[in-house]
């Protein structure tokens, strides 16, 4: 069910993408313009053409045809980690996000300060806030959490 991207899925991984920044970062930053004009499915799905880094380093969760969620990785941290909306809390984000650390060794992500529900997701899936924080484009709050290796039994 999790396979490498293909340069075909590209508008499928854009629309959850994009889906997931309307839903959950919208409510937080109100930007209109960015979220509704700026953010386009087009545009984003032209970052995982053929050959592009992200689409190498990206794979999907294909249940027969139809992509339910997708995972990026830089090396060992997560870029990504995106389910739609619709088939959310049905196991297919904790199916990628094992599938990226018995695969690439993911060991540490960025998320949005303001999102309870993804950092409690990540901390039932052995990761930890590391007290590291930055703002990414001048506007936005992100936290580091990392995985702990011991909790693990690693």
């Not at 027969?64 to 959310?88: A, C, D, H, S, W």
């Amino acid at each position: 069910m999790i396979r490498p991207a293909r340069p075909q899925d590209a508008s499928r991984i854009a629309e959850i993408i994009i889906t997931n920044y309307r839903v959950n970062f919208y409510p937080f930053f109100h930007n209109d313009e960015f979220y509704f004009s700026t953010l386009n499915v087009v545009e984003m799905a032209a970052e995982y053409s053929e050959g592009s880094e992200e689409l190498l380093h990206t794979c999907v969760y294909d249940d027969n045809g139809v992509i339910k969620g997708i995972i990026r990785m830089n090396g060992t941290e997560v870029v990504k980690l995106y389910v739609e909306p619709q088939f959310q809390s049905c196991g297919i984000g904790a199916e990628l996000l094992e599938y990226a650390v018995n695969n690439s060794g993911a060991d540490n992500l960025w998320a949005l300060e303001y999102n309870a529900r993804g950092i409690a997701f990540y901390k039932r899936h052995g990761f930890e806030l590391t007290g590291e924080k930055m703002i990414e484009n001048e506007w936005v709050p992100l936290v580091k959490l990392a995985r702990n290796k011991h909790k693990q039994g690693e």
